[in-house]
């Protein structure tokens, strides 16, 4: 496992938080055009927006965010397998990341298509879930700052790399 200089770990932790913040951004964007929908606001000019926006920066964005997350457990002394607060940002981070590329992208696409012709219950698609990633996202955040709970118990060693007490050895 390589580590990265004082200088890599500050540039990369600036990039983590580049990326994590213009995902957030990007998230209330949608959460924003989505109450404009609710709200009457012209669906053809809101939904192929949400829809651009979607393709080609929150899709991006949250691609690049768990690709520079897991770089950074990686290459720096946190690690991915060491502390809870980094397992539990790197499930939540997983679990959004695969669920904006299979399910919110073509969702919100589709909305874009249907815009003359959206229900109310069309119109939350574009309310419900970036309420709820941006809730994730600041709680994401919050584990990055207070980063609680300690570190996850150490794996037992192999039992060929046990030692053996000296009057046990055959």
């Known amino acids: 496992m390589s580590r990265l200089s004082p200088t890599g770990r500050k540039a990369l932790l600036t990039l983590h938080l580049v990326?994590?913040?213009?995902?957030?951004?990007?998230?209330?964007?949608?959460?924003?055009?989505?109450?404009?929908?609710?709200?009457?606001?012209?669906?053809?000019?809101?939904?192929?927006?949400?829809?651009?926006?979607?393709?080609?920066?929150?899709?991006?964005?949250?691609?690049?965010?768990?690709?520079v997350g897991v770089a950074s457990a990686l290459l720096t002394p946190w690690g991915l397998l060491r502390w809870r607060w980094v397992l539990v940002k790197f499930a939540i981070t997983t679990v959004m990341l695969g669920l904006v590329l299979l399910l919110l992208t073509p969702t919100v696409r589709r909305l874009g298509d249907l815009a003359p012709d959206l229900t109310a219950r069309d119109r939350l698609d574009l309310v419900i879930p970036p309420a709820v990633s941006s809730t994730l996202l600041i709680i994401a955040t919050v584990l990055s700052t207070y980063k609680p709970w300690g570190r996850l118990r150490r794996a037992t060693a192999p039992a060929s790399r046990r030692a053996v007490p000296a009057g046990r050895r055959a």
């Open 19 to 67: 990326t994590s913040l213009g995902w957030l951004g990007a998230d209330l964007v949608l959460l924003t055009l989505g109450v404009a929908g609710l709200r009457g606001a012209d669906p053809e000019s809101v939904y192929p927006t949400a829809g651009l926006l979607v393709t080609y920066l929150f899709a991006p964005l949250s691609v690049a965010v768990w690709l």
